[in-house]
């Protein structure tokens, strides 16, 4: 009984007061709308100054500086030895973007060297320099998020006692998301 006595007052006060916030509201809005018409420049200058500041950081963090990238560009076999026969490495890459990447060619810096491009479970290549044999195209989609990697076999022996010394080769995938990825060898070659 007395609650629903004072709930009731409650709603009766609430009520009343409400009209006057109301008004007191309005009053106070409409200064304000005179206030900033007063100064017409202030209000969205400041907004224009404040917004590019903040906006451009934030754009460049979120985009990666290339959609392909390696994990490990550069590899040194160290000395290896002609009469132990070819050495490889396995390059690993990923896309890093939103989109599907087409991997186009593969091809490798001198017919010393070989590239097979390994995806999932698929063994693609093998591609070797440009004008060595047959070159045909890779047309091979990376998926957003997925890796491959291209295994580099180097024959030490393939240029005779000439191919004695440090040497550097390079492996190369041209693919439709920007510059070439390029993955780099070097090795002291012995008899
Ligand atoms: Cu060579």
């Not at 180097?154 to 990825?181: M, N, S, W």
């Amino acid at each position: 009984m007395t609650r629903r006595t004072g709930s009731a007052n409650a709603a009766t006060k609430h009520s009343s007061n409400t009209g006057l916030i109301i008004g007191a509201s309005l009053i106070v809005l409409a200064l304000m709308i005179a206030v900033i018409a007063a100064k017409p420049g202030s209000g969205p200058a400041a907004s224009a100054v404040s917004t590019p500041a903040v906006s451009a950081p934030a754009v460049a963090a979120t985009r990666p500086a290339a959609a392909l990238t390696a994990r490990d560009a550069h590899f040194d076999f160290g000395q290896i030895s002609m009469k132990a026969g070819k050495v490889s490495h396995s390059y690993w890459f990923r896309n890093e973007s939103a989109d599907p990447v087409l991997l186009q060619r593969v091809y490798t810096s001198c017919m010393c060297t070989t590239a097979t491009l390994v995806k999932g479970a698929r063994t693609i290549g093998s591609y070797g320099m440009p004008g060595h044999g047959p070159m045909p195209d890779v047309n091979e989609k990376l998926a957003p998020g997925e890796a491959a990697y291209v295994d580099a076999v180097f024959d030490p022996a393939a240029h005779g006692p000439a191919g004695l010394g440090p040497t550097e080769r390079v492996v190369t995938i041209e693919h439709g998301a920007g510059k070439p990825l390029e993955f780099h060898f070097t090795a002291n070659v012995r008899p």
